[in-house]
């Protein structure tokens, strides 16, 4: 390991959420619980079995705690979940089941209660019943906790910062993520990483600063160091000096005053100069952000990514709740269309700890991802259609599928759809028959047949950060060949402009929801080659739309045949980072 540094030092990685933030590091690495496997000699096993009961004690104490957290800070129905979780740990046939396994085989503890409560969601996971298929996810989630105890690892948890902290990680997972003390948490630092992974997304939508792809940072810090993070120019600053934290607080001043003048422009109309409205959405996550897709004034949701309520707890929510939250934000939106996006769980937003759900791959990205897995698991996929339908009867819901491939992918989706509508209908349970439904566009095959694609749906919405990643074969969440990841690729644009022309032949719309679109420099390409709405994390609205109130329409145009004109990837980029420059100016 490296001496720590007593000086200042200043590291370079990915600039990925823009923002400045001074605090203490928190260090968070992520391993999953590797389990020992050894014989007990014979005169230990008293004191291996004592180890088993000292540790489901300790357990249930740790649940019951957090469950009277949870009841006194969000009310008895979020603490529903770990009376589930301490049922359990009383359950006597798991208890006895691990201590025979224990008694047969003379095998570690951890090894047998790992055994057999595989077995055990394995077994709930396969049963016909909504209710006991969720008891799988709590066997689970409590087995893994039991694991760390019996280990004597602390399980290092996210969800819970105990001051102001900067988040130093490895790796930051969607479930992890989801799950941030977004009170307390400041920056995010992660030695792996890509401006469009998960993690960015979150510190967007938290409005703290991030920089990914520092690769040695976690061995660099430890926990309590002082670190400056600089989401503008990709930086972490370790021990800054004086000189530098008084340099950062002019640029901080400035920047603060930039952003105030440009949210005060969010208020207004997004028209360009030549009168051209555009629409701006936002992508959300989390019901609790309809508060900042207010503040921030969106138009609506255009991206509601549905994963994270399976990621939170790391369970399948069931139709009830689903429906409670697609519910919430429908509502929240009366006016405007809120674009729910079935399940994307796969790729890089894996189910951790659900082999049987989520089998090993060794390609995920090329996996059993999204649709494909939805398709496969029916019965969850119906669950999700029918609250989501359900959610309709409430506001101006729209369904999107994504990481479609082709035609009859999308005709299998359909079809499942219509089954749900009609078992809907013969129960009598309203919802609006007329949603609109679309496809994301996001794997190059469905760019590809864009034009028989647009004849069956009624929208698209571009995933640039997947069809950027599948075009030009470069892994979204690789720091190494991140540089690679060039959205002004030829092969981008033009492909972009071959989706919009084909939508629009077809008198449908389209939209794009990957992160190209809430960064300023791409906004003219894309409204110029033709694209009819943006979708953002909300905090990235108002700078998307001060420079959409500051320029042409007839300019974008112009930008994006002269960009068609050109080979290179960087001189594409140059000529629209110009642009962007000329109109909207930071000083
Ligand atoms: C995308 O791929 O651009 C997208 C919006 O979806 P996600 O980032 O959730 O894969
Ligand atoms: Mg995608």
Same mark, same amino acid.
């Given at each position: 390991?490296?001496?720590?540094?007593? @000086?200042?030092?200043?590291?370079?990685?990915?600039?990925?959420?823009?923002?400045?933030?001074?605090?203490?590091?928190?260090?968070?690495?992520?391993?999953?619980?590797?389990?020992?496997?050894? +014989?007990?000699?014979?005169?230990?096993?008293?004191?291996?079995?004592?180890?088993?009961?000292?540790?489901?004690?300790?357990?249930?104490?740790?649940?019951?705690?957090?469950?009277?957290?949870?009841?006194?800070?969000?009310?008895?129905?979020?603490?529903?979940?770990?009376?589930?979780?301490?049922?359990?740990?009383?359950?006597?046939?798991?208890?006895?089941?691990?201590?025979?396994?224990?008694?047969?085989?003379?095998?570690? $503890?951890?090894?047998?209660?790992?055994?057999?409560?595989?077995?055990?969601?394995?077994?709930?996971?396969?049963?016909?019943?909504?209710?006991?298929?969720?008891?799988?996810?709590?066997?689970?989630?409590?087995? +893994?906790?039991?694991?760390?105890?019996?280990?004597?690892?602390?399980?290092?948890?996210?969800?819970?910062?105990?001051?102001?902290?900067?988040?130093?990680?490895?790796?930051?997972?969607?479930?992890?993520?989801?799950?941030?003390?977004?009170? +307390?948490?400041?920056?995010?630092?992660?030695?792996?990483?890509?401006?469009?992974?998960?993690?960015?997304?979150?510190?967007?939508?938290?409005?703290? %600063?991030?920089?990914?792809?520092?690769?040695?940072?976690?061995?660099?810090?430890?926990?309590?160091?002082?670190?400056?993070?600089?989401?503008?120019?990709?930086?972490?600053?370790?021990?800054?000096?004086?000189?530098?934290?008084?340099?950062?607080?002019?640029?901080?001043?400035?920047?603060?005053?930039?952003?105030?003048?440009?949210?005060?422009?969010?208020?207004?109309?997004?028209?360009?100069?030549?009168?051209?409205?555009?629409?701006?959405?936002?992508?959300?996550?989390?019901?609790?952000?309809?508060?900042?897709?207010?503040?921030?004034?969106?138009?609506?949701?255009?991206?509601?990514?549905?994963?994270?309520?399976?990621?939170?707890? @790391?369970?399948?929510?069931?139709?009830?709740?689903?429906?409670?939250?697609?519910?919430?934000?429908?509502?929240?939106?009366?006016?405007?269309?809120?674009?729910?996006?079935?399940?994307?769980?796969?790729?890089?937003?894996?189910?951790?700890?659900?082999?049987?759900?989520? %089998?090993?791959?060794?390609?995920?990205?090329?996996?059993?991802?999204?649709?494909?897995?939805?398709?496969?698991?029916?019965?969850?996929?119906?669950?999700?259609?029918?609250? $989501?339908?359900?959610?309709?009867?409430?506001?101006?819901?729209?369904?999107?599928?994504?990481?479609?491939?082709?035609?009859?992918?999308?005709?299998?989706?359909?079809?499942?759809?219509?089954?749900?509508?009609?078992?809907?209908?013969?129960?009598?349970?309203?919802?609006?028959?007329?949603?609109?439904?679309?496809?994301?566009?996001?794997?190059?095959?469905?760019?590809?047949?864009?034009?028989?694609?647009?004849?069956?749906?009624?929208?698209?919405?571009?995933?640039? @950060?997947?069809?950027?990643?599948?075009?030009?074969?470069?892994?979204?969440?690789?720091?190494?060949?991140?540089?690679?990841?060039?959205?002004?690729?030829?092969?981008?644009?033009?492909?972009?402009? +071959?989706?919009?022309?084909?939508?629009?032949?077809?008198?449908?719309?389209?939209?794009?929801?990957?992160?190209?679109?809430?960064?300023?420099?791409?906004?003219?390409?894309?409204?110029?080659?033709?694209?009819?709405?943006?979708?953002?994390?909300?905090?990235?609205?108002?700078?998307?739309?001060?420079?959409?109130?500051?320029?042409?329409?007839?300019?974008?145009?112009?930008?994006?045949?002269?960009?068609?004109?050109?080979?290179?990837?960087?001189?594409?980029?140059?000529?629209?980072?110009?642009?962007?420059?000329?109109?909207?100016?930071?000083?």
């Amino acid at each position: 390991m490296e001496a720590r540094a007593k @000086n200042e030092v200043v590291v370079p990685g990915i600039a990925a959420s823009q923002g400045i933030a001074y605090g203490q590091v928190f260090l968070y690495i992520q391993s999953d619980v590797e389990i020992p496997s050894y +014989q007990v000699d014979a005169d230990k096993r008293i004191e291996e079995i004592s180890r088993f009961e000292h540790a489901l004690l300790v357990t249930r104490q740790q649940i019951q705690k957090i469950r009277d957290e949870v009841e006194k800070n969000l009310g008895a129905d979020e603490a529903r979940i770990f009376d589930a979780h301490l049922l359990v740990l009383e359950d006597q046939a798991l208890i006895s089941e691990t201590i025979r396994e224990f008694e047969t085989t003379s095998k570690n $503890i951890e090894t047998c209660f790992n055994k057999v409560s595989q077995r055990y969601i394995k077994a709930f996971s396969e049963i016909d019943d909504e209710y006991l298929r969720e008891r799988a996810g709590d066997i689970r989630d409590v087995a +893994q906790r039991m694991l760390q105890n019996l280990l004597g690892q602390a399980g290092q948890n996210l969800s819970k910062l105990a001051d102001k902290r900067a988040v130093v990680a490895n790796d930051i997972s969607p479930s992890d993520a989801a799950s941030i003390d977004r009170s +307390q948490a400041i920056a995010l630092v992660t030695d792996s990483g890509s401006k469009t992974s998960h993690a960015v997304i979150v510190a967007r939508s938290m409005k703290i %600063p991030a920089v990914v792809g520092v690769r040695d940072m976690t061995r660099r810090v430890r926990n309590g160091d002082w670190i400056l993070v600089d989401g503008y120019d990709g930086q972490v600053i370790i021990n800054p000096t004086e000189q530098t934290l008084f340099r950062y607080g002019k640029i901080q001043l400035q920047k603060k005053g930039f952003e105030q003048r440009m949210f005060d422009a969010s208020k207004l109309p997004a028209v360009t100069l030549d009168g051209a409205a555009v629409i701006l959405r936002a992508n959300i996550e989390k019901v609790d952000e309809v508060k900042l897709v207010r503040e921030n004034s969106a138009s609506g949701v255009g991206l509601f990514r549905t994963e994270f309520l399976y990621l939170s707890d @790391n369970r399948v929510p069931s139709e009830e709740e689903q429906y409670a939250a697609y519910k919430a934000v429908a509502e929240a939106f009366p006016d405007e269309p809120v674009v729910i996006r079935t399940l994307d769980l796969g790729g890089d937003k894996p189910m951790t700890g659900n082999p049987d759900l989520f %089998p090993e791959e060794s390609n995920p990205f090329l996996g059993f991802r999204a649709i494909r897995f939805c398709l496969e698991h029916k019965e969850i996929f119906k669950d999700q259609l029918r609250a $989501i339908l359900r959610a309709s009867a409430h506001g101006k819901v729209q369904l999107m599928y994504p990481m479609i491939s082709g035609s009859e992918e999308l005709a299998r989706a359909n079809a499942v759809l219509e089954e749900c509508r009609a078992e809907l209908k013969k129960d009598g349970v309203a919802f609006d028959a007329k949603m609109a439904v679309g496809a994301m566009i996001e794997i190059p095959s469905a760019a590809v047949t864009a034009d028989i694609l647009a004849k069956e749906c009624d929208f698209f919405s571009i995933g640039t @950060n997947d069809l950027i990643q599948y075009l030009l074969a470069i892994d979204r969440v690789n720091d190494r060949i991140a540089h690679l990841y060039e959205p002004t690729h030829p092969a981008v644009l033009r492909t972009i402009k +071959q989706i919009v022309d084909e939508a629009h032949r077809q008198k449908i719309k389209v939209s794009v929801c990957g992160e190209m679109a809430g960064d300023p420099v791409y906004v003219p390409l894309l409204l110029g080659l033709g694209v009819d709405e943006l979708s953002m994390t909300p905090p990235l609205l108002p700078a998307v739309k001060y420079l959409v109130r500051a320029m042409k329409m007839s300019e974008a145009k112009k930008l994006a045949k002269d960009a068609l004109e050109l080979t290179s990837p960087k001189e594409i980029y140059a000529l629209a980072d110009k642009f962007c420059r000329e109109r909207v100016k930071s000083e």
